[in-house]
């Protein structure tokens, strides 16, 4: 993943330039990740949604719908997501109309 960078407006659109899918980290420090994410279209817009809650951010575009799917599982139980160490409330969820199981665990099985 590319960074970390300052999370604000000014800097996602000087990074984050590619309309696409992908996969991004948020948080207040540069070590303690605290939110996962990902955006199944527009990982600039969803980036902004963020400003003024976390101060820093990574982010990496996806192949595919699939992969940013697959990845958002993966950093969320790889930073403590499933033990409540993040500030996500749930497990990542599918995007719509989709039956993709989550690597890391059973939780669509």
Known sequence: ??????LNSRTIDLRVKRTAPGT???SNSKTAVKYVGRSDSNLNAELKTHVNR???FWYEYATSLKAA???ECSLYHYHGGAQGKLDNKNHPGRPAGYHWKCPRCSMFD
């Not at 993943?1 to 300052?6: A, I, N, Q, T, V």
């Open 24 to 26: 991004y980290k948020a």
């Open 1 to 6: 993943m590319r960074g970390p960078f300052l």
């Open 69 to 71: 799917f697959e990845k």
């Open 54 to 56: 976390y101060k820093y």
